[in-house]
């Protein structure tokens, strides 16, 4: 089968997009003095689906500039993540395990990770194509640090809606070039890493 290339151009306009999500960010984290360091947790353990090719094959970009030794223990660990996410969520538990491409607290792929790691932490909303607007309040520690400022009504958050309707773009631009439709995608990041770099449908 053959790998979905990446066009520069879209490229670039992903990342201009994480920019620019980093960048609301840390204005809202600035406004709540809020930030990781410190945190006893790691939300890399979280359990997320990531919904789009542009940012798997972007991931896949980044993994081709590690070692060959590198990837090879990545890919090792992503398979174990994968089986011990399958045996929980069997067993209806939402898995709380390691994400493959942390090592010793960091993430290996920094610069290429996906959106949902540049986005969770601080309070955020979105309105969907609906117009349904949903609210995230923010991580645990965050959540802490609004209580803290005892008052709900002058919290500052992030409005996603804008940045992601850019995502949809480049990613429909991208898959136009499909023969057929992908089904949706559904993934982990350990799965993305298991099944290689996204290929054309
Ligand atoms: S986003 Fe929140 S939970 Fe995650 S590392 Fe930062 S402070 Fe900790
Ligand atoms: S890609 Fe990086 S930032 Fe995202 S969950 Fe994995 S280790 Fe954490």
């Not at 290996?108 to 969907?128: D, E, K």
Request: hydrophobic share 35%.
């Amino acid at each position: 089968m053959n790998e979905l290339a990446l066009p520069e151009p879209l490229v670039q306009r992903l990342k201009n997009i994480y920019r620019a999500m980093e960048e609301d960010y840390d204005e809202v984290a600035r406004q709540l003095r809020f930030g990781c360091s410190g945190c006893p947790d790691n939300c890399c353990d979280s359990y997320f689906l990531h919904h789009t090719s542009i940012e798997w094959a972007y991931l896949w970009q980044g993994m081709r500039q590690l070692s060959p030794e590198q990837q090879r223990e990545i890919l090792h660990r992503a398979a174990g993540v994968v089986r011990v996410c399958q045996e929980e969520l069997t067993h209806g538990r939402r898995p709380v395990v390691m994400c493959p491409l942390n090592e010793h607290g960091l993430c290996v792929l920094y610069p290429y990770r996906l959106l949902v790691c540049r986005t969770h932490g601080v309070p955020a909303v979105m309105t969907r194509p609906d117009g349904k607007r949903l609210s995230f309040p923010g991580c645990f520690r965050c959540q802490e640090v609004v209580r803290a400022r005892g008052n709900d009504a002058g919290v500052p958050f992030v409005d996603r809606t804008r940045l992601l309707q850019q995502l949809v773009m480049v990613e429909n631009e991208l898959t136009q070039r499909f023969r057929r439709p992908r089904p949706r995608i559904r993934m982990t990041i350990a799965e993305m890493l298991v099944e290689g770099p996204p290929t054309l449908p």
